[in-house]
């Protein structure tokens, strides 16, 4: 729930709560009880959408109670507090005690804390939000697998695209310049067909759905590549196309070589 939409009268319980917790755990810092009510206030805090404050509380839970099974509970709380606040760098660092850990359990044992998973994606979030995009991907893909959102994440970041308008009209007097988007996309292979346009148009009745042109057996007016970033940022590039002729040119880009024999798709 959203602490934004939580009425008045909610909220100044949780404030009741949280100040009555303190004064039991100020008066009786050694009860067995302590640690679950010092816990009890980082919820209400929570609740209250108080990250700043929930985060100091954590500090203090951590030096009161550091035995306590409770501890990487509130740890993964004050985590989640920084995330909030903004604190991408401090996140990624603190992260690592509840990854790789080993904590006190509530039936006595040691082991690996149930939100290490947890968080190892706000580690992967902050390096997402921070524009440090290998490191997200790196730390997405431990979690893909378990994840759902982690693996979305992970395609979104990695997945290739190519994009370019459908038809582009240049001027005789200028040299046209094809602007195409990409993302993950290191090269793109350029061939340029010389095509008749009444003819195309006749057989096609319109210039919709030129992808779906069989090109196979046709030789190129030109065929090159040009390089690109390669990096999961969304840029535009603008590339020169040939212009030695006037006249209608279909141009095909692929980001990858084809196949040997297989049927060519016009996409730009």
């Not at 009555?20 to 609740?47: G, K, N, W, Y």
């Not at 006595?108 to 968080?119: K, L, N, P, V």
Request: aromatic residues 6%.
């Amino acid at each position: 729930e959203d602490p934004g939409t939580k009425r008045p009268r909610e909220r100044a319980m949780l404030r009741e709560s949280v100040e009555s917790l303190r004064e039991f755990i100020a008066h009786f810092p050694q009860s067995p009880q302590a640690p679950e009510a010092s816990f009890a206030v980082l919820t209400s805090l929570e609740a209250l959408g108080d990250s700043a404050a929930l985060r100091k509380e954590a500090e203090l839970f951590e030096k009161r109670h550091s035995k306590s099974h409770l501890l990487p509970d509130a740890l993964r709380k004050a985590l989640a507090a920084d995330f909030r606040l903004g604190k991408y760098r401090d996140v990624i660092q603190a992260a690592a005690r509840l990854v790789q850990g080993e904590f006190l359990k509530a039936d006595g044992s040691f082991g690996r804390s149930e939100h290490a998973d947890e968080a190892l994606y706000l580690v992967a979030r902050s390096y997402h939000v921070l524009g440090e995009i290998p490191e997200a991907c790196a730390a997405y893909a431990n979690l893909a697998g378990k994840i759902p959102d982690a693996k979305e994440a992970l395609l979104y970041l990695t997945g290739r695209e190519l994009e370019a308008p459908p038809l582009l009209a240049s001027p005789l007097s200028e040299k046209p310049v094809l602007e195409v988007a990409y993302k993950n996309v290191k090269k793109i292979h350029l061939r340029v067909f010389r095509v008749d346009l009444p003819v195309l148009f006749a057989e096609r009745k319109s210039l919709e759905g030129l992808s779906a042109v069989n090109l196979t057996g046709i030789d190129p007016v030109k065929t090159w590549e040009e390089s690109l970033e390669g990096d999961p940022t969304s840029r535009k590039a603008r590339i020169e196309l040939p212009s030695k002729e006037k006249g209608a040119y279909l141009v095909v880009g692929r980001a990858e070589e084809p196949a040997k024999d297989a049927p060519e798709a016009a996409v730009l």
